[in-house]
């Protein structure tokens, strides 16, 4: 079973526009990760923000957290082509497992 | 090559086959992960070792799947009998261990079962 549920599951944008995803969750947690998954290959981590936390910036990557909510959103500013990929949601819960949403689609066009 | 690498990157069995596949952490993670992946969905837990400790299996996994540490360095994942259902990419990763760690994945292996 799956901890998180992303949405949208598909985003289309153009580039320069800015993209928005949210992630939902369902049991308490250690901390919050976002990664990103281009077509056939690993993930790659993006961004963590720990459950004390409420906003986080990385470069282009803004990520809020909202526990009682159980929420999370990712905010990609300015997006290129190359930010086309998968974008996951995973929480950390006891003992440092992991578990993935199902994923955010996201395609930028030129 | 300092990441994490799996072998091999493509396996196409017959059903009912046993299949392996393994895994190669990050020299000084302590944890070590194994997720599957289907098309369009996200990873799946499958299992994870801190050290050489299997510290927890997926209820989703049948009996035919087994996976191992020894020594606490690279991981093997072993299913026997291969079914269709089987058919996904097969994910592993590792971390510093802790509350702390992101991961770091492999590029995965995919399995075919025909």
């Known amino acids: 079973s799956q901890q998180g549920e992303e949405d949208p599951q598909a985003l289309s944008i153009q580039e320069g526009e800015n993209a928005t995803m949210n992630c939902s969750y369902k049991?308490?947690?250690?901390?919050l990760q976002w990664y990103r998954q281009n077509s056939g290959r690993g993930l790659v981590h993006l961004i963590l923000i720990r459950s004390n936390e409420r906003e986080k910036h990385s470069g282009r990557l803004r990520v809020t957290l909202d526990t009682s909510k159980k929420s999370s959103s990712l905010l990609i500013t300015a997006s290129r082509a190359a930010d086309t990929a998968s974008y996951f949601c995973a929480t950390e819960g006891s003992w440092g497992k992991l578990q993935f949403g199902a994923g955010t689609q996201v395609v930028v066009t030129p | 090559d300092t990441g994490v690498s799996q072998n091999p990157r493509h396996k196409i069995t017959k059903r009912g086959q046993n299949v392996t596949f393994r895994c190669d952490p990050i020299s000084e993670h302590n944890r070590l992960y194994w997720y599957r992946q289907t098309l369009g969905q996200g990873p799946e837990f499958l299992t994870y070792?801190?050290?050489?400790?299997?510290?927890?299996k997926s209820r989703l996994l049948s009996d035919r799947f087994s996976a191992e540490r020894p020594k606490g360095s690279f991981s093997t994942l072993e299913i026997q009998r291969t079914e269709q259902g089987d058919s996904a990419m097969y994910l592993c990763?590792?971390?510093?261990?802790?509350?702390?760690?992101?991961?770091?994945f492999g590029e995965g292996s995919r399995l075919t079962v025909l």
């Open positions: 049991t308490s947690i250690n901390n």
């Open positions: 070792f801190q050290n050489e400790a299997q510290l927890e």
């Open positions: 990763a590792s971390s510093l261990g802790g509350f702390t760690g992101e991961l770091f």
